[in-house]
């Protein structure tokens, strides 16, 4: 069965820390790996991620896929108290289902 | 650029009564739109696949004569909670892939802001 497992479900840090979020995959057809940050409302859209290897970056945060592993990562730098989040990553089921992972809720504290 | 909006973005009804969420893609067309419940503390939960001009697809254990999707446009969709019960209250979100030529799974999706129901 398709699934993906992020980890840890939780954490809580320091502003100014890095923070590297884990997303384990075993899908079927595995066509994409996307990263949404959700905080109060509906989840922003933060990475897709096709090709092993490659880092796609935005400001503080990158993220990658290993296509062997079956993982990707999500890292925030010098984090800051914006950046407290629940972090999800979801994989695409078939042609249209988006199917997401329980998140993890990240706290960052000043 | 790609917003999507949702209205209303909170209400209140009480056991019994219908209500109309509308999703609407302000800027861009959107030949497939999605409607996720998220219950607290819970991932976002794909309800019904809906595409414009055609019946929606719903997933398995979504009762499809309680939760009526229609897509009318490309640009809105509504979902109708219809006879809510208090178990329905959660937080409805649309989504909507563009109409890009590409298949939807090389495309994001764009999420509106999110309902909140509440069923007395």
């Known amino acids: 069965e398709d699934k993906v497992v992020q980890s840890p479900l939780s954490l809580v840090v320091h502003e100014g820390d890095t923070v590297t979020l884990n997303c384990s995959y075993e899908?079927?057809?595995?066509?994409?790996l996307l990263w949404y940050k959700q905080e109060k409302k509906a989840p922003t859209f933060l990475f897709m991620l096709?090709?092993?290897?490659i880092e796609k970056k935005s400001g503080r945060l990158s993220s990658i896929l290993d296509k062997k592993e079956l993982f990707s990562i999500l890292n925030i730098t010098a984090t800051q108290t914006g950046d407290s989040a629940v972090y999800l990553c979801?994989?695409?089921?078939?042609?249209?289902?988006?199917?997401f992972g329980q998140g993890t809720r990240l706290t960052i504290n000043p | 650029g790609a917003v999507v909006s949702q209205h209303p973005s909170r209400v209140i009804c009480k056991s019994g009564t219908s209500v109309k969420i509308e999703c609407r893609s302000l800027?861009?067309?959107?030949?497939?739109m999605f409607w996720y419940r998220q219950f607290p503390k819970q991932s976002l939960m794909l309800m019904a696949t809906s595409n414009e001009g055609s019946k929606a697809t719903y997933e398995q254990g979504v009762e499809k004569d309680k939760f009526l999707i229609n897509h009318a446009s490309l640009t809105l969709s509504t979902l109708t909670v219809t006879s809510a019960h208090p178990e329905d209250s959660s937080f409805y979100i649309c989504s909507a892939a563009m109409a890009s030529g590409f298949p939807i799974y090389y495309n994001e999706q764009f999420f509106g802001p999110g309902t909140r129901l509440t069923v007395l």
């Open positions: 979801a994989y695409y089921q078939g042609a249209q289902k988006l199917v």
């Open positions: 800027d861009f067309q959107a030949t497939t």
């Open positions: 096709t090709s092993s290897g």
């Open positions: 899908v079927t057809n595995f066509r994409s």
